[in-house]
């Protein structure tokens, strides 16, 4: 009696060790059982991809890299950034590392812009990154015409008034050619989908009242998403790892 409940208590204890190492150590096969990819619904496409470097807040730490904590509100992945509030993830591109957020102020979306504050997380809207476009505000005295100055991409209604139009305009393009009635406010820099050009990503953020999020590549990833693949990471060796084939997908509905 007393050898097989010895035997029970040790299978037992063997058990919860063989688990807890699979949530401290992370190894490649038991990191994509434990962190598959999710998305936030059922509908249509189900939202956005999540997976690393991106988790669940109901997932384990190490399926994330710090700062990457998303959670599902009714359907939609929601992330959460210290210094700007909770916003709307629309789209994640893991083979860009950019992804695409509803902004606050959908009346006037470049205001968001100009006001974003990415501090305090690994993200960030601007910089030299190849996806970056430069813009420059510019203020008129005077509404220009259609056509009459090839350097305006956009007017920009709301925070337009009497006597002071306000216009978008391609921050490397020659202010000596815009009318004698305009002058530069300010200039400022907007993320990319991939190579879209600025007249483009002004348009999206218009109309879709989008902006685009990035952050700095985890080494080794590229190549594994650009060969169609998933990246992760084994906590044991401290260095990501690819996915041979890409894992299963689960859902979360809350």
């Known amino acids: 009696m007393f050898p097989l409940l010895r035997s029970i208590i040790l299978l037992f204890l063997l058990s919860l060790n063989v688990e807890t190492q699979s949530l401290g150590e992370s190894g490649d096969g038991n990191f994509f059982d434990l962190c598959r990819e999710h998305r936030c619904s059922t509908i249509g496409r189900g939202g956005p991809s999540i997976r690393f470097p991106f988790r669940l807040n109901t ?85 220009i015409e259609w056509g009459e100055s090839v350097e305006i991409i956009s007017p920009v209604d709301c925070l337009s008034y009497e006597n002071n139009f306000v216009y978008l305009s391609n921050a490397y393009a020659s202010m000596n050619k815009l009318p004698s009635h305009c002058r530069t406010f300010r200039t400022g820099q907007i993320l990319a989908h991939a190579y879209d050009e600025l007249q483009q990503v002004i348009e999206r953020l218009f109309k879709r009242q989008e902006i685009v999020l990035g952050w700095n590549q985890s080494e080794g990833c590229y190549e594994c998403e650009n060969s169609g693949n998933f990246c992760g990471f084994n906590s044991t060796s401290n260095a990501t790892i690819c996915s041979t084939p890409k894992p299963k997908i689960g859902h979360i509905l809350l």
Do not use: M
Not at 66 to 93: A, M, R, W
């Open 59 to 143: 997932q384990p730490d190490i399926c994330g890299l710090e700062g990457f904590v998303v959670s599902c509100l009714n359907n939609k992945t929601l992330l959460h950034l210290p210094f700007s509030g909770d916003f709307y993830v629309q789209e994640i591109s893991y083979l860009d590392r950019i992804f695409s957020i509803k902004v606050h102020d959908t009346n006037c979306p470049i205001q968001s812009v100009l006001s974003f504050n990415s501090s305090g997380s690994p993200f960030y809207s601007s910089d030299t990154h190849s996806f970056s476009r430069a813009f420059t505000i510019v203020n008129c005295t005077k509404r």
